[in-house]
């Protein structure tokens, strides 16, 4: 009788699973009691940081995002540590010259990092040549990235070809990264036993979806009969909803067939109930998505950016125009050359089609879509709309560019460096600079006020008195397009010739 293949698996419960549920905001303190757990369960890998972790930490908990990276390293010296990154965005939302994104990949290697999955949001190859080339350099996991979505454009035979782009960079894996829970189960064994053809049995092959659409867990059983290596998945106590799948379900779900997990089941436990003990602090964060939302298969929007419309519409007195949003989102994403929707372009996609209703279709333009639109995000696999193009043009007062976008960019780093030096409270150390240059009117006010040490925004929240009928706020991800953003923002929105700032406040 032959042994079963053993499928690793990537645990989210430090990084997505808390950035997808509660907006981000789990605080360290809350996640070091599961570390020795989570370190000797079995897993592959643990991802811990990336994301949206990085804003959240100095934004939200007043912690040194460094400083957790090198605590989950010592309490957790026995599995890989994985980050999220953004590409040529790094973990910021703004391309950053070549010299910048070497030295974060390098100080995020020396701080803890063994494996870093490397995405960019159109999934243009010239955005992820760089940040790829810079981990292979430092000797970790290099992991290049398909962005997944559906689309008239979007085949197979597309995946592979960049798939195989990735691997000519140096790429050590591939992961299929399916941020809207979209991957039906026979598309997952198609594109899987494609990727497997055409790379080789060598080349391993991950998964990752979110649960939203209910149909997902069954895509991660044909991903594994296809031929995947290794699939996430995160603690039960912090799954379901615009999350992702249990990672206890899918040790179940194999039983009895020729795969198995090396998973310690009694861990698995404690890890579970420890989490179960912690949501209950974070109530007010949490999502209003809890159950399946097949709708996303049409507008594509993923589940929490729902949440982040609805409130966006209702302090414009508009909340019952959000099925015109949604069934606008396709006719932008379509205009836009079908991005995948994903961290920064769901987030641009969605806020201009909200405009689209509300004002007209692109009388009002947001300075993130006009750049979209004029290829300073980066190259779409389809053709963009002519029209929208010049109201871009138009919106933005520059040009349409072709090249990659960060061959624009002038070296920057001494420049960074100097005006972060300058700041009180800065340590002078290349990490602060780093923080700096990915958010650095955060990061000014983070610096200020470090030596107050971390802020547990889910035990103040559960000692704070709640009145009976108090709205509960919606929440979820940024990074994977999970949204809602939890602070304002405001976008630079060019009408009439002039310059408006427009700041979106949560309710």
């Not at 930490?57 to 605590?71: A, G, M, V």
């Not at 333009?365 to 979209?372: H, V």
Request: hydrophobic residues 40%; charged residues 25%.
């Amino acid at each position: 009788m032959s042994m079963p293949k053993t499928i690793d698996v990537t645990e989210l419960i430090l990084r997505d699973a808390h950035q997808s549920l509660m907006a981000t905001r789990m605080a360290t303190e809350d996640m070091i009691p599961a570390c020795e757990d989570l370190d000797r369960a079995g897993f592959w890998s643990l991802e811990c940081w990336g994301g949206a972790t990085f804003d959240s930490c100095i934004r939200f908990l007043n912690e040194d995002p460094w400083e957790r990276l090198r605590t989950f390293k010592r309490l957790m010296p026995n599995t890989p540590l994985q980050m999220l990154l953004r590409g040529q965005n790094l973990v910021g939302y703004r391309h950053y010259e070549d010299g910048v994104v070497d030295r974060f990949v390098q100080k995020a290697a020396e701080n803890g990092i063994d494996v870093f999955r490397v995405f960019d949001a159109l999934n243009d190859i010239r955005n992820l040549g760089r940040a790829l080339e810079a981990v292979r350099r430092t000797g970790k996991h290099a992991q290049g990235t398909i962005s997944y979505t559906t689309s008239p454009f979007h085949t197979v035979a597309g995946f592979v070809k960049l798939a195989v782009q990735l691997r000519e960079l140096g790429a050590d894996s591939i992961c299929i990264k399916d941020m809207a829970a979209l991957l039906k189960p026979q598309p997952a064994y198609d594109l899987v036993r494609a990727l497997k053809t055409a790379l080789g049995d060598e080349v391993r092959v991950h998964v990752h979806v979110h649960a939203t659409t209910g149909v997902t867990l069954v895509s991660l059983m044909k991903a594994i009969e296809a031929g995947a290596d290794c699939v996430d998945t995160a603690i039960s106590s912090m799954s379901l909803g615009p999350g992702h799948n249990p990672t206890e379900s899918l040790v179940e779900m194999l039983d009895g067939t020729p795969y198995a997990t090396r998973l310690d089941k009694a861990r698995l436990l404690r890890i579970k109930e420890h989490f179960a003990k912690i949501r209950p602090l974070y109530t007010e964060f949490l999502s209003n998505i809890t159950g399946v939302e097949t709708e996303i298969f049409q507008s594509q929007i993923p589940g929490g950016m729902i949440s982040n419309m609805e409130s966006q519409l209702k302090q414009q007195g508009a909340a019952d125009r959000i099925k015109e949003v949604l069934a606008e989102v396709p006719h932008v994403r379509r205009d836009a050359g079908y991005p995948p929707l994903v961290t920064p372009s769901s987030q641009i996609v969605g806020t201009q089609a909200v405009f689209n209703v509300m004002m007209g279709r692109y009388k009002v333009m947001t300075g993130e879509f006009a750049d979209l639109m004029l290829g300073y995000y980066g190259d779409a696999i389809a053709p963009r709309d002519t029209e929208v193009i010049e109201l871009a043009h138009k919106h933005a007062r520059k040009e349409p560019i072709t090249c990659r976008p960060a061959d624009l960019l002038k070296p920057e780093w001494d420049g960074l460096r100097a005006q972060a030096m300058a700041l009180d409270g800065c340590n002078g150390t290349e990490e602060d600079v780093l923080t700096y240059a990915m958010f650095p009117q955060v990061a000014t006010k983070f610096f200020g006020r470090r030596h107050d040490g971390p802020q547990n925004v889910g035990k103040e929240a559960a000692a704070r008195p709640v009145a009976k009928d108090a709205p509960k706020t919606a929440a979820a991800a940024v990074d994977d397009g999970q949204g809602p953003v939890r602070s304002e923002i405001t976008y630079d929105v060019k009408f009439g010739g002039r310059t408006h700032k427009v700041t979106v406040t949560p309710a």
